[in-house]
């Protein structure tokens, strides 16, 4: 469902600075601009015929099911389709989604507080280099022991459920090793961190519960934060502490939002699309098991072709010509990865699912290099294209990196120690979301060891 909250103005020259909430701050140096608003783009009337598909269609339990099916006929039929019914754009064709994801001129990508309506709750520190360093250390020492410690569980019942007792764990794992939380934490951690993430979109029950578990979540960093800014660790809590801010000290809030704003569903998602991917397509799974250094092109491959997070939301900063239309100042655009990875106009074959894909390649549009591994596959939950090298020697590996390393070596001793893997009999994985707009991944993917 479409958000529906007024939208940001910018009056007059108003030129954007970026907060560390992730907001834009605008500052008034003029007179209102002879702007459209965005209530007249509301009360336009429908001016073109849709035939090929309803509104309804994109808020319907098969479009949560399977996304694909709808997506292919808005890519073929109406690339910038104006959804009337949930007041937004959708963007579905591989060069209009990379340009307007890459475009911050015209567009913006609001943080998950801002549907909060919480703005000045906390601040996102995600972006300080002591945060990403820890943050990559954290992540480079544990991925193996944690791993063969799920494998270990995993050989004790001789068959398990692979999204739940690996790609669910492992990244809930690896965080709380990050925050270096108490273990006896981590039940109530885990609760209260979904709830978090599963709130900040359009469902206000959800909401309530998102803002509860952020404030029981704060209760819990409290006194964490006071133990160690006097005696720091090696920990994101420590390092968070010890930083030095304009505009005061870090608050158990800023340790919250900073979770909050976190990617969290490219990790979980991809390993659970990977193994369902592998285990439905024998032939595929044979290459990354004759050839190990397959499997970072099969996680590249996953990305594209069964892509966890579907969509990202972006905003005009102000009205802007595009795609044949005149778009409004505020207005949202659903920019589609899983619609654009599958775009014919960029792969052969769109539809399947190749390890050795020829046309996988490590460039973004319009000659924008990623050094640090980025397929032509879109991952939004990873944000925008690095401009660091890739593996610079003044910072940390861009999250991008981390992730796609993390996968890729937790996949290769799943692998190693479970070479007879094989679905359960009987079972049917598939893909879906838990709600609209949610991440689309293998939520069941039992297995016989």
Sequence with gaps: MADRRPPVRILGNAKPSLSRSG??????????????TYEIYQRERVHEATEKIRPIELVSPEFVRDPYPVFETLRENYPCYRDWMGNAYWLTRYDQVTSVFTDDYNFETRPKLWFYRMTGYGRDLRQEIPVQTVIEKTYDQHVVPLTEQLIADMKATGETDLATAFAARLPLELLTRALDLPREDFSSFVEHYWLMQRGYDWNPVAEKAGRQAMAA??????PLLAQRQPDPGEDMISAMSGLTLEDGPVTAEDIVVTLLEMDHETLHGALANLWFLLLTHPKERQKVEED????????????????????KKRFTLHEVERFGRLLPIGGLFYCAAGAANRDPRQFKDPARFLVDRADLCQREPRGHYRADGLASGIAMGLGQ????PALPEDRPRSLYAITRDTAVTASNLLLDAFPNIELSPGAKPTLKSLRLGEMHTCWHLPVHL
Excluded at 23 to 35: F, S, W
Excluded at 292 to 306: D, P, V
Aim: cysteine-free; hydrophobic content about 45%; proline content about 5%.
């Design 217 to 222: 979540l704060a209760d819990m960093f409290r």
């Design 385 to 388: 294209p690095s401009k660091h």
């Design 292 to 311: 190990q250094r397959m499997m970072k092109f099969a996680y590249l491959e996953t990305l594209r072709h069964s892509a966890p997070v579907l969509w």
């Design 23 to 36: 907001m834009k701050e605008y500052v008034r140096m003029g007179t209102q601009a002879d702007l459209r």
